[in-house]
């Protein structure tokens, strides 16, 4: 099974800020089968990025998807007011597909 | 425009059934992979069960193999998970999802709560 370990737990940033979340696996994601949701409260996620660096249909440029084998990141350029949500990574590279535990973005 | 509508969750003793559906629209129901993913209050997220676009194909976690049963019709453009022998620890929301690897669209959510 792979492990997806997300980073920071928490980030504390303030509108028009940039946001870096992490998203470590413990071994190599093959062919970066490596997606990111954002899910807000009361809602079901949302697609944002696959195949590690794809925008989804709809999704905002200020979203973009890097990384690869084990390292993976997703930026938000400027944080919107909607953007503060909770966001996981999810591989499906391996027969068992996983998600990372999540990082919550918040309003500092 | 792509929708995954789910039915109703509810209350169900430890020990008892419960029957998820979930009802797609805007597009070729039978041509994709269907998914069940949960979610226990305030956690994350968990891969419950897939099947394959023709359901010969059906995979589950350890943890519910032999209790859950995943399913589908394409003539009614239906996703279907049945629960039994329901634990406590199953407390949780139910999303069925299309399958592209990924998964692209997300039913609403079903709350399936597990008590005495």
Known sequence: EIVLTQSPGTLSLS??????LSCRASQSVRSSHLA?????????????????????????????????????TLTISRLEPEDFAVYYCHQYGSSLRTFGGGTKVEIK | ?????????????????????????GFTFSS????????????????VASIKEDG??????????????ISRDNAKNSLYLQLNS???????????????????????????????
């Open chain 1, 15 to 20: 509108p028009g800020e940039r946001a870096t």
């Open chain 1, 36 to 72: 990111w949701y954002q899910q807000k409260p009361g809602q079901a996620p949302r697609l944002l990025i696959y195949d590690a660096s794809s925008r989804a249909t709809g999704i905002a440029d200020r979203f973009s998807g890097s990384g690869s084998g084990t390292d993976f």
């Open chain 2, 1 to 25: 425009e792509v929708q995954l509508v789910q039915s109703e969750g509810g209350l169900v003793q430890p020990g008892g059934s419960l029957r998820l559906s979930c009802a797609a629209s």
């Open chain 2, 32 to 47: 994709y992979w269907m998914n069940w993913v949960r979610q226990a209050p305030g956690k994350g997220l968990e891969w």
């Open chain 2, 56 to 69: 010969s194909e059906k995979y589950y976690v350890d943890s519910v193999k032999g209790r859950f049963t």
């Open chain 2, 86 to 116: 329901l634990r406590t620890e199953d407390t949780a929301y139910y999303y069925c999802t299309r399958v592209r690897g990924y998964y692209d669209y997300w039913g609403q959510g079903t709350l399936v709560t597990v008590s005495s």
